[in-house]
């Protein structure tokens, strides 16, 4: 059956264009949707597409503007009943983090999928038509509804509160963790691994035009409070700490923090490390800080601005929406 798809195009490589096929150098964010949907025809996909651009940059570049307009787009193309689906097509880079700022804001009564490229489109072994197509057929997909918003990479289907980018180069790039991935798929064959999990179709967050400052304290041998204090300034409203291991920092950066945090500061630990958890410690109550559990610093960046946001100060709950995250 052919399925009806919007397209919000963002940029990135995906739409990147080098010049020759094995050049190293190339400018993310070349092609127009109009002339992506045109490609796209050439491969017999058994879907209708009506395509947008939010915006045609490198995703290094996205940010609150860009976020500002694709949020809106999302939600017209879920209320249009002849919508079955979204993609989101979006550089590799910063992929993650709109993932999850939209997983958070978005209702999950419909598929929608973000998808991207490793290599740029006139390069010989370009992922993105594959990528695309395979997108096509997950939001396409009964079964993807219920699942929030999914990302495609790579014959893959994640989560978007699991998806990272684990390596700077090569078309396996996307990786899943806690779940590895949930689901695998291929322009002919999609197999979810378990049911669906979002039981409340609704976002779990409104939208919020602004979100506040929110900074990212990477965590290193040597680090003290002198330069964490510069760091902070006078304004930061919350602070995700990638620290070192299991969410540490040495006894100089923990008192700096503790003493922001009785100021009104927001402080989020979180792992520098590719993977684990961070688990709450017995200090963190006395110290008012919260555990990132399995959120790295970029999404644990996310969800601290949407709950400061929606005024969500005491660290109790802030930890709570982080155990359920
Ligand atoms: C970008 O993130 O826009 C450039 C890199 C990529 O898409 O792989």
């Known amino acids: 059956m052919t399925s009806r798809i919007t397209v919000l195009a963002t940029g990135g490589t995906i ?8 050049a190293k150098d190339y400018v993310a964010g070349q092609i127009d949707i109009e002339a992506y949907l045109e490609q796209v025809g050439g491969l017999g996909l058994e879907a209708e597409f009506s395509g947008r651009q939010i915006a045609n940059i490198d995703s290094a570049d996205i940010g609150p503007e860009v976020w500002n307009a694709l949020h809106p787009a999302v939600m017209e193309a879920l209320a249009d009943e002849s919508c079955q689906g979204v993609i989101v097509t979006h550089g590799t880079d910063t992929l993650e983090e709109t993932a999850f700022l939209l997983d958070l804001t978005l209702p999950a009564s419909k598929p929608v999928v973000l998808v991207g490229a490793m290599r740029p489109a006139d390069a010989v072994g370009y992922d993105g038509l594959r990528n695309f197509a395979n997108a096509v057929r997950v939001a396409g997909d009964r079964q993807a509804a219920g699942r929030g918003v999914l990302v495609v990479m790579g014959d893959r289907v994640f989560g978007a509160r699991d998806v990272r980018k684990v ?11 806690p779940r590895e991935s949930v689901g695998l798929v291929t322009p ?16 779990q967050f409104a939208w919020q035009d602004e979100l506040p400052d929110v900074g990212i304290l990477f965590a290193h041998a040597g680090l003290d409070a002198a330069s964490v204090a510069r760091f902070l300034g006078e304004d930061m409203r919350g602070v995700v700490v990638a620290g070192v291991g299991e969410g540490n920092m040495s006894e100089a950066v923990r008192q700096e923090l503790v003493a922001r945090r009785k100021q009104g500061l927001r ?3 979180a792992s520098r490390a590719d993977e684990g958890l961070v688990d709450r410690e017995p200090e963190d109550d006395g110290n008012g800080f919260v555990a990132a559990r399995a959120l790295n610093p970029q999404k644990a960046r996310i969800l601290l601005q949407l709950l400061i946001a929606h005024g969500v100060d005491d660290p109790a709950a802030i930890q709570r929406a982080f155990d359920g995250s």
């Open 15 to 22: 739409a990147g264009i080098a010049g020759s096929a094995i």
């Open 167 to 177: 390596r700077t180069r090569g078309t396996d790039a996307f990786r899943g963790f």
């Open 188 to 203: 002919a064959s999609l197999e979810w691994f378990g049911a669906p999990w979002r039981v409340d179709a609704s976002a």
């Open 267 to 269: 402080v989020v630990r």
